[in-house]
């Protein structure tokens, strides 16, 4: 194996309780019904339109686009409250102590991916910080390949870790089969069982 590529939000930071606050109280701000982090784990999915639309959202009085800056206006606001993963920093220099390359792959937008790395002080781990242009959690898929043919791996000697199964369909749509989903993210294990064959409890469990 040559390369890992990994997920950031809900893989490498731990902020899905964080994220389901934020959106509680957007919810609360607008009366409507609001979910318990089990129910955000089960519902949560891409594009994030979609999820917004499980929430409740019409966007008959407001735009997407607007919803989606006031959440990273509040996701912002607290950021360094946040925490790494259990286990991620073992698992990291785990990696570089066998040689693999590592690369984020996120759906964040790539100037704000490589500030909040930085203030995670973790970019030194990696030899890219892949995001896409806005901050409308969009697809990765063409950012990954777009890697994949700039760099010419093997996708045979790549591995994805992530916490959803857009990381799965992601890494499957760029050639890579060896995908790890960790259930500490933003989907329920029993969302990722549905479909990906390779699930785990914690970091400790991945083996490299």
């Known amino acids: 194996m040559q390369l890992i590529l990994w997920d950031f939000n809900g893989t490498i930071i731990d902020d899905a309780a964080y994220c389901h606050d934020i959106e509680t109280q957007m919810l609360e701000e607008r009366h409507m019904p609001?979910?318990?982090?089990?129910?955000?784990?089960?519902?949560?999915?891409?594009?994030?339109?979609?999820?917004?639309?499980?929430?409740?959202?019409?966007?008959?009085?407001?735009?997407?686009?607007?919803?989606?800056?006031?959440f990273n206006q509040a996701y912002d606001k607290n950021f360094l409250s946040l925490k790494l993963m259990d286990g991620f920093l073992d698992l990291i220099h785990t990696s570089l102590d066998k040689g693999y390359e590592n690369v984020i792959l996120s759906a964040s937008r790539e100037d704000k991916l490589k500030e909040q790395c930085h203030l995670l002080g973790i970019d030194q781990y990696?030899?890219?910080?892949?995001?896409?242009?806005?901050?409308?959690?969009?697809s990765k898929v063409n950012i990954g390949k777009a890697f994949m043919q700039r760099r010419k791996f093997d996708p045979k000697e790549c591995m994805f870790?992530?916490?959803?199964?857009?990381?799965?369909?992601?890494?499957?749509?760029?050639?890579?089969?060896?995908?790890?989903?960790?259930?500490?993210?933003?989907?329920?294990?029993?969302?990722?069982?549905?479909?990906?064959?390779?699930?785990?409890?914690?970091?400790?469990?991945?083996?490299?």
């Open 34 to 70: 609001t979910f318990t982090l089990k129910q955000y784990r089960d519902m949560f999915c891409f594009p994030v339109i979609d999820y917004y639309g499980r929430m409740g959202y019409t966007f008959e009085n407001e735009t997407y686009d607007a919803v989606a800056e006031e």
């Open 126 to 138: 990696f030899t890219e910080l892949l995001g896409t242009d806005n901050l409308y959690g969009g």
């Open 161 to 208: 870790i992530g916490d959803s199964l857009h990381d799965r369909e992601t890494a499957n749509a760029i050639g890579i089969d060896n995908v790890v989903l960790v259930a500490r993210g933003h989907q329920s294990k029993k969302v990722l069982e549905e479909g990906c064959d390779h699930v785990v409890d914690s970091f400790a469990e991945v083996v490299l």
